[in-house]
DNA sequence: AAATAATATGTGTTCGTGCACATTGTAGGA
DNA sequence: TCCTACAATGTGCACGAACACATATTATTT
């Protein structure tokens, strides 16, 4: 069952002609007969030919630039996992000529955002992978990008309307619908669930609204409303300020509160306060598996995160747009995570890296 | 920050010598003085040398064969997700010469896979991928296979004391143990539990008393054994017979039972029991993704399974051999894949046979 | 000292592809 | 009829590594 390989060599003696006239057919370089390139074209299909890519990548040399428009690792802990993906997927995919270069952008500040993209898009690179936090200010650069032919793949954010060449990240509304679920399983009886966003710009985060909504949906969708009483919070956690104080009243006007859902990663804030203030019969839930939340997990005070894989994100998407440029595989426009689900008993299979 | 390749080419001018000499001391071919040697491997560390490894697969024209000795996936269908890991795998390592046979045995019948080891054996491939299942009869394989120099990678069924390249599954302890979390989390209340084995040879499925060793310590550890009563039970589904009939003894002799946890990937035959008989105060929880476990995950019989990952369990093993003898990389001897959680509302998410 | 053996080092071809360049063929204009 | 223009086709080299083979250098024997 030896596969011989067929190679252009062959294909130009079953078609009587030389390997620069099948070349010239593979690359439609032209100057070629129509007689000919039919005959050429149907030995190709016969013999089932593929180029070898070895062979190719070798003589051409073709260098790929890819630039990953990205937050400031510093800013968030959150956004340390997709520069180690990135760093993964750089190091498998240097040998085929492809190079990475990091634009760093401060999350909290869209001018910084809107100067990196600027100097990116001048850097004519052959791909991006952009984290579209800023709604607003990312749209007219996609347009740039597909007058200038450069296939971007987006991540993190999913936003509607636009033509990536794919997204990469979860779906959200999906996993506000998951995290109610797990919660109900684990609180039989009527109590009050709440629905937190700690931090967060919300009229500028789209995808969090989402997830409450899938949230809310999940109550709606399984006849539960009656039962379940679903409250929604915004709270701004600064530095120095008396946070504790603060949520204290929050949840003691409540009423019978016995389940926080936590949509960014900073469940730990509030784990924070569960713990120093010994309350054990409120189930939490976040996302992602920051140090923090990792601390918190370990010692009981978060119950779940869903893992939005941050880490495989970013190594997805530079994947992405090597198997499109380089590789020239078809890619599907969505690829949706799965949403893991994570608990203290099975975190530490999802803590390597080298998964 | 253009990285310039650094060739053999490259380091026999800095050394003063020729690429052929230069060849000889990578590849310790001798012939060269100790002095030279000494200098050229002086040089390829300071230039920081790498093969390209294109070039060097393009030139040798190895292959590889593999085997895959597994189970016949038409005896259960939880060995098909193998066989589709395996074939992607085949498909993405084709091109560096790499080709896959498959050796089937039946996993009822010890017979048949002794003289399918012994005929893998005779082929003398360059890597084995092996479940593993019968413990006594694969041991003196695993000898002979070292004695030949053949790397063999596990999968499904982890053994201890002998010396694969390395295992790849999950954590069965830990999976019963996670089991045990997720079923006493929905369960707030004290009950009767019970660990099923359905279909199995006990005494030659040592991963399942291990989980049903981690399902029983979490009561152990978390002080809840006043709380929950744990029962174990075994049950033979043999086709045409009343298992109804048999289940319901099981079960009403079970006093205040309300989740069941199967060891294996048959929770679907309690499913459909408990469908039959419109129980719906039973948690059940079980393994994998087979057909008709999501059946009965959809219709809501099914809480909970945990995902064993068999497809990513063929890919990575078939992976780790490729990257152990063609990419020369390090092999940890053990890869425990993550203990997936899956539920109704993020089924769909692994499902995708791309991730 | 010359012949031979043994060791050390250098050169050239090959893998399959892409592309530059060389060659052949043919029609049309002088 | 010869020359030119241009289309059609063929040839050869390069990419980096591996290996066979050729050549140079030194050591050993006669």
């Given at each position: 069952m030896k596969k011989r390989i067929v190679r252009i060599k062959d294909i130009a003696e079953r078609a009587e002609t030389s390997k620069g006239t099948v070349d010239r057919v593979l690359h439609n370089r032209g100057r070629v007969s129509e007689e000919v390139r039919e005959k050429v074209l149907k030995i190709i299909e016969e013999m089932n030919y593929e180029p070898?890519?070895?062979?190719?990548?070798?003589?051409?040399?073709r260098t790929y630039q890819f630039i990953a428009l990205v937050p400031d690792p510093k800013t968030d802990p959150y956004w340390e996992a997709p520069e180690i993906g990135l760093a993964k997927a750089e190091k498998e995919l240097r040998q085929y000529g492809i190079s990475i270069s990091r634009f760093i952008f401060d999350p909290h500040d869209e001018e910084s955002f809107i100067s990196r993209a600027r100097e990116a898009t001048a850097e004519n690179p052959d791909g991006l992978l952009v984290a579209p936090l800023?709604?607003?200010e990312v749209l007219p650069f996609f347009k740039e990008w597909e007058n200038s032919n450069i296939p971007y793949v987006l991540f993190n954010t999913q936003i509607a309307d636009v033509n990536p060449l794919c997204y990469i990240g979860q779906d959200s509304y999906q996993s506000?619908?998951?995290?109610?679920?797990?919660?109900t399983f684990g609180l039989p009886s009527a109590c009050t669930m709440m629905v937190l966003h700690i931090n967060e710009d919300l009229p500028n985060s789209a995808h969090l609204i989402t997830k409450e909504k899938g949230f809310k949906d999940y109550f709606v969708k399984n006849n539960l409303t009656d039962k379940y009483r679903v409250i929604e919070t915004e709270i701004n956690f600064v530095q120095g300020e008396s946070f504790?104080?603060?949520?204290?009243?929050i949840i003691s006007s409540a009423g019978d509160l016995k389940a926080i859902y936590v949509t960014n990663s900073r469940a730990f804030e509030i784990a924070g306060y569960l713990e120093r203030n010994q309350?054990?019969?409120?189930?939490?839930?976040?996302?992602?598996?920051?140090?923090?939340?990792i601390h918190y997990i370990n010692n009981g005070y978060i119950d779940f995160v869903i893992n939005q894989n941050p880490l495989g994100q970013g190594y997805w998407g530079i994947f992405q747009l090597a198997n499109y440029l380089v590789f020239k595989k078809e890619i599907a426009p969505i690829k949706?995570?799965?949403?893991?689900i994570i608990t203290l008993?099975?975190?530490e299979y999802y803590l390597d890296p080298e998964q």
């Open positions: 070898n890519f070895l062979a190719q990548s070798l003589k051409t040399q800023f709604y607003k506000g619908f998951l995290a109610a679920k797990i919660l504790d104080e603060k949520f204290g009243q309350i054990k019969d409120i189930k939490l839930i976040g996302y992602d598996l920051v140090p923090r939340n949706f995570l799965p949403l893991d008993e099975n975190l």
